[in-house]
C-alpha cells in the first residue's frame, strides 16, 4: 500500500504569535511537521492548527519546488 500524500493546508500559531503554512494530511501532521522544522509552536488548545485555502501552499514551509522544465 502506498502512503497517501499531503494535499491540505494549514496555518500554525508559533509561540511569538506569528504563522506559519504547513501542508499535511491533518492538523496533528501540520503540528509535527512545524516542530521538526525547529519552531517553537503554540500548544494551547485554543491555538491549534486550522485549515485554509489552497492558495497559500505557496507559501508552506514544507512546499517542494517545482522542477525545471528542460528545453
Same mark, same amino acid.
Given at each position: 500500500m502506498?502512503k #497517501?500524500?499531503?494535499?491540505?493546508?494549514?496555518?500554525?500559531t508559533?509561540?511569538?504569535?506569528g504563522?506559519?503554512?504547513?501542508?499535511?494530511?491533518h492538523?496533528?501532521g501540520a503540528s509535527?511537521v !512545524?516542530?521538526q !522544522?525547529g519552531?517553537?509552536?503554540d #500548544?494551547?488548545p485554543?491555538?491549534r492548527p =486550522? #485549515?485554509?485555502?489552497d492558495l497559500f501552499?505557496? #507559501?508552506?514551509?514544507? =512546499?517542494?519546488?517545482?522542477?525545471?522544465? !528542460? !528545453?
Amino acid at each position: 500500500m502506498s502512503k #497517501r500524500k499531503p494535499d491540505a493546508v494549514f496555518s500554525v500559531t508559533l509561540a511569538t504569535g506569528g504563522l506559519v503554512y504547513v501542508i499535511a494530511r491533518h492538523a496533528k501532521g501540520a503540528s509535527s511537521v !512545524a516542530v521538526q !522544522a525547529g519552531l517553537a509552536i503554540d #500548544r494551547s488548545p485554543t491555538a491549534r492548527p =486550522r #485549515r485554509v485555502d489552497d492558495l497559500f501552499a505557496e #507559501r508552506a514551509i514544507n =512546499r517542494k519546488a517545482k522542477k525545471t522544465e !528542460a !528545453a
